[in-house]
């Protein structure tokens, strides 16, 4: 899994998965920011979330551009400081007007224009690595063990919010309780109901802060929602500081890439390199970059169904799903115990893969030590357990940094697998996971449509109706399901265009990758803009329906993609 890579693969994942994690640590809360701070409705809410996703994965085509013209590292480090930048505006606590607004407007963009610069610049030098014909057989794992890496920092990202979130609420003699800031908006612009009076109050007498009791029902609520936000914003304040360790590890390590950073321009100028510069006629140019726009049309419909991790699928975390559980499910609300049955995947894998046989043993009893501190863990684990709905975020990554050795050692054997039939092995091709991986993403919000059958609307939970909460394995499938289909997809697509792209537009090609994604970000606003005004089966089965229709087109286009790309 890890024998024959390049070192440099290894830097690059590491000070991308500290950027990642900051990035998720604020994207984890910040929906419910944007709902506690400002009062905005779902569709509002929604809207500004997708539009700075979309923003996010768009301005790689920019960065992109520009790379492709003065090279990637000087690129890499000028986005790290612009989106330390807006990481530092967006933690600063403002109030809840316009200025406020506009401040945390101008570090979004920001935030965005850093990103830019730098996720699919340094996805570049990765491919670059790879163009070495040393390691070229290496890249689709390679691809896979990035991603994973990115992912590492990702499923940190909830519980870090959540500490953080909790431990300053707490220095405000508070708890958090979902359903508040949405009473607490109510009562100060004086739309609440005699039962959501009722309501508030009762939630008022669980504080533990001894001069809560002294304060009325408008001054609690305005303390609550102000003490929430800047909560939310020390929060924030987490992604200066896995910035600072990514561009540590990026500056320390850069002589283990720095061959490998250089663009088209750069190659045709040094004797040194060894990243191998492929000649293409006018014709196979054409044919590739149309390829490969075939492949991010299909991809929009992808991601416009699988983030909707921080909006549509947190509310139904927060508003249908039981904020309490018991049994083996608490395990999953663990971060340490998360991370340790993620490594333990990778022991049992060595048990397997190890030359020696000192090797096995020690990934065996490394492998039952590991168990034993789980079970130690989960049982001193609160029976029930509070479960916070931005927790729920976690398990996709979770799920690809434990499944990531998984899917490499199946798609392994299958290219072992060779014939007169099969010369080149049994793997699919990287367009015919993509098109497996739509597939695979339908059935995961056909698990969401059968979560909702009987539930009432979200329109329907604002006229006092309740719901019927359902246990939060629903939700823990979907993100398993759905981390299938990005394992199918996502760094095989990463790959696919790294490997396919022109020389001469490898910046832009990634840029436009992820310029799909954003488009698919922005979609993925949809189900916000509906979420009131449809029954809740209804978002999960339109996703599905979408991921279905992009996976027969992806299928019905395999073969001119194959003959394009040879």
Known sequence: MFKGQPKGLFALALANTGERFGYYTMLAIFMLFLQAKFGFSEAVASQIYAIFLAAVYFMPVFGGMIADRIGYGKCITAGVSVMFLGY??????????TVGLVMMLGALLLIA???GLFKGNLQVLVGNLYDDPK??????SAFSLFYMAINIGAMFAPSAATAITNMFLGKAGLIYKADIPSLAHKFIGGTITGTETETLTGLMGQMPGESIASMDLGAFSQYYIDNLASSYNMGFAVACISLIFSIAVYLGCRSWFKHADVNTKQAANSANTTVHVQELSPEQTKKR????????????????AFHQNGSSLT???RDYTQSETTGWVRMGFNIWILALIAVSVYTIFGVFQSEKTSGKITCG????AIWGVVALIHSGQPNPLAVFPQLFQQFNPFYVVALTPV??????ALANKKDANHPDGREPSAPMKIGLGMLVAAVGYFVMVMASLGQPSPAQLNGGVSPDPVMPTYLMGTYLVLTFAELLLSPMGISFVSKVAPPKYKGLMMGLWFAATAVGN???????LLWRHVPLWANWAILMTLCIIAGVVMFSMLRKLEEATK
Do not use: E, H
């Open 88 to 97: 530092v505006l967006l933690a600063i606590p403002t109030g809840a007007n």
């Open 113 to 115: 224009l850093g990103t």
């Open 135 to 140: 390691y070229s057989a290496k890249r689709d």
């Open 289 to 304: 970059i149309v390829a490969l726009c075939m492949v991010f049309a299909v991809v929009i419909f992808f991601w416009m």
């Open 315 to 317: 509310w139904f975390a």
């Open 365 to 368: 009893v490394a492998t039952l």
């Open 407 to 412: 899917s490499m050692a199946i798609f392994s």
């Open 522 to 528: 922005y979609l993925s606003s949809v189900p916000g």
